[in-house]
């Protein structure tokens, strides 16, 4: 390895600098015995022109535990104990060290070689893997970058940096002391955690202070002006949970730009991707989203053990807060509803308590998805204001510890003033979700001048869950709505009304966490990428515009077809259908007339005449370089049925339309016709005798 002369003249430097390495001051950690928590001095050195970190950790271990640690894969040096050397017996990148009498100073020595930005491997479905790596544009170091203790611990991170970086790492403070060729940070965050992070660059930043919280800014150069609007909005978003959840739990946040397409909310700041945080969009839905996280996730913090709560709370407090606030948030609700439709099937399934992080599509439609409709679930159970309490409390008796689901359902049943076991153990546990079916039993007439609607409610599960069911019923003289209780397979009642009864209507707001009929499931992309069985046809002609299109299809599961094979077996009965280019004349019955992509793209789906629970879609391009402009943002838009861009830029979006809820229609009221206005049969057969003509009647 090539000796940096940087690295070499630091080395005094650092050693002098780090004697005065003092204990991290202390917070409160909600009713943690903060004494019982470790205290982890981190000093590291970067060579961002060898990608490489070198340092240590000194962990002061509370008596008598035996504490886990995870060395992240770095290169080891000496570890001591009390002074003496260790060789611990290293299973999985993590040893365990027992503290015991006055054995409780760990000391690590580590180093550690990292690959240049953008030769991890890369993502899937969507999805990127972030890897760590310095290099000489910049340092990210995100997790498992330096030995670490399993479980909560007081960390202090002091680090050398390249001169022209700026970095940045949970902090509610941060003091830099610079020299020519180097600077040094430390980074004062007084909260137990669970890890922490080191990312640097040669940022412009800008700070401003808003209420006694510093908010900072660190774009690259060329992205300098999206600051002000940044941390304008970062104000609105601060504001707006302080109100909802209490004082925001840290003194400082940071909005910091990044090289790969991330979009991460740590403690006191959100890393977002460079052509992420250029969308003019993400100001006003992913930052405020990351910042939220700010309370769930990052300062209460998720017992894994139980699986993973805060993307489900926050994707209903952040992004269906958000159409909520504009009058949407009952087409938010049916997209998520149809997300999990689309990608969650039998064998993709799993409970709630499972969910861990998101891997694909299918996991996000469960744990932020689910998990949201679990949320909206809730508060109708307890009333909108026991909710925000309970929230608050839960904030209050959780910060800066470990919180899983039990503790919730604690919080939320203690405030709600109600046991809340059986909706927490359906909504967790089990895989499946409600489906719900209404029949007409018929009329009573009880006398008075009322009149009694007897309707069944059946659930389709092979155990019935325990639901309040949003009833509406339409009449003569108006809508009665109501909430009904849904708790076996059959459920039978009768509604006293007034007037001819019209039409009853289930879950019309999509209130529930449910399985959606047929009527309220528009053909959309979502269904076609996450269908089971899924295939694709390149044309006739101009296959070359479409090749390395159905490279791209392959990594997503779909399974090439000829047209002869499709028209004679069995494939268009069980799956669905994406026709690249114009349809053969064959599968034009399929499609029907499909508008040209003029110099882009555009993308229709519509249902398969052949297998409503699929799809058929064609997707048509001007060029294949079109084509190599969307590949990635696909999966983003699957609620729509007609997408068209130009150039990579999306210039038109249609979502099919669907019924409302699951409808039982009862009466249809009599439409007619003013004699008047009807011309006699001889005109109609005179004006029509030129054309085609079927069928004649009255």
Not at 191 to 217: C, D, F, M
Not at 340 to 352: E, F, G, N, W
Not at 613 to 628: F, I, N, P, R, Y
Request: hydrophobic share 40%; aromatic share 10%; glycine share 10%.
């Amino acid at each position: 390895m090539k000796k940096s002369p940087y690295f070499l003249s630091l080395f005094l430097f650092i050693l002098a600098f780090l004697a005065s390495f003092g204990t991290p001051a202390r917070s409160e950690a909600g009713g943690e015995n903060i004494d019982n928590i470790p205290i982890v001095r981190v000093n590291v050195i970067l060579d961002a022109e060898n990608r490489l970190i070198k340092g240590g950790i000194s962990a002061q271990l509370p008596m008598g535990k035996t504490i886990r640690i995870h060395t992240g894969g770095v290169d080891l040096g000496r570890i001591t104990l009390a002074g003496r050397t260790i060789n611990p017996s290293i299973e999985e990148d993590s040893f365990t060290v027992a503290a015991s009498g006055g054995n409780r100073l760990l000391r690590i020595q580590f180093h550690r070689n990292f690959r240049p930005s953008g030769s991890g491997p890369g993502g899937k479905n969507g999805y990127f893997v972030m890897d760590n790596f310095i290099d000489a544009g910049g340092v990210v170091l995100l997790d498992g970058w330096c030995p670490m203790l399993e479980g909560l611990a007081l960390y202090e991170l002091r680090a050398a940096i390249p001169a022209g970086f700026k970095a940045v790492s949970e902090a509610d403070a941060i003091k830099v002391q610079s020299r020519e060729d180097t600077s040094i940070y430390i980074f004062e965050f007084p909260h137990p955690r669970t890890g922490l992070s080191l990312v640097a660059a040669p940022y412009q930043v800008n700070l401003e202070r808003h209420k006694g919280i510093e908010i900072a800014a660190y774009f690259f150069p060329d992205d300098k002006e999206l600051a002000r609007k940044y941390i304008d909005k970062a104000k609105y978003y601060l504001d707006l949970y302080e109100d909802i959840l209490g004082a925001y739990p840290f003194k400082r946040f940071a909005i910091v730009e990044n090289r790969a397409p991330t979009g991460y909310g740590l403690p006191t700041y959100t890393l977002l991707g460079q052509e992420v945080a250029r969308l003019p969009f993400i100001v006003d839905t992913s930052l405020g989203h990351e910042i939220l996280h700010s309370w769930f996730g990052n300062s209460v913090y998720v017992d894994p053990r139980e699986g993973n709560w805060s993307e489900g709370l926050t994707t209903y407090l952040a992004d269906h807060l958000y159409k909520e606030q504009k009058g949407l948030g009952r087409d938010y609700r049916h997209r998520l509803l149809a997300d999990y439709q689309s990608y969650v099937h039998k064998d993709r399934a799993m409970p709630l308590s499972g969910f861990r992080f998101r891997t694909d599509r299918p996991s996000k439609a469960i744990g932020y998805g689910k998990g949201a409709m679990l949320f909206h679930m809730l508060k109708q159970e307890i009333g909108k204001d026991a909710f925000y309490k309970a929230l608050k409390k839960f904030v209050m008796d959780y910060r800066f510890r470990m919180a899983g689901w039990s503790e919730l359902k604690a919080v939320f049943s203690d405030i709600g003033k109600k046991d809340l076991s059986v909706f927490f153990d359906q909504w967790l546990e089990r895989k499946d979700v409600p489906i719900l079916s209404i029949k007409k039993e018929g009329i009573t007439y009880p006398g008075s001048g009322h009149q009694g609607l007897k309707v069944t409610v059946r659930q389709g599960t092979e155990s019935p869950y325990s639901l309040s069911v949003p009833l509406v019923l339409e009449t003569t003289f108006g809508e009665v709505r109501r909430n009904v209780r849904v708790e076996h397979e059959k459920e039978s009642m009768e509604i006293e009304i007034k007037g001819q009864p019209l039409s009853v209507t289930l879950d019309p707001d999509y209130d529930l966490m449910r399985s959606l009929e047929p009527s309220e499931f528009p053909p959309v992309l979502s269904r076609l990428l996450g269908s089971e069985h899924k295939f694709f046809v390149l044309p006739l002609q101009n296959s070359e515009v479409y090749c390395q299109f159905a490279v791209f299809l392959r990594s997503l599961g779909f399974k090439e077809k000829s047209i002869d094979s499709l028209m004679t077996g069995s494939d268009l009965n069980k799956g669905s259908l994406l026709i690249l280019g114009d349809p053969a004349p064959r599968l034009e019955r399929l499609t029907g007339a499909m508008p040209d992509p003029g110099s882009g793209v555009i993308i229709t789906v519509r249902e398969n005449p052949i297998n409503p629970a699929g799809v058929v879609a064609v997707v048509k391009a001007d060029s294949s370089g079109q084509l190599d402009l969307i590949l990635k943002k696909l999966p983003h838009y699957g609620y729509y049925s007609t997408l068209r861009y130009e150039d990579g830029k999306l210039a038109g979006k249609d979502s099919a339309g669907a019924r409302n809820g699951i409808r039982l229609v009862l009466q249809t009221e009599v439409m007619g016709t003013a004699a008047s206005d009807l011309s006699p049969i001889d005109r109609i057969i005179n004006d029509i005798s030129e054309k085609q003509v079927i069928y004649i009647g009255e």
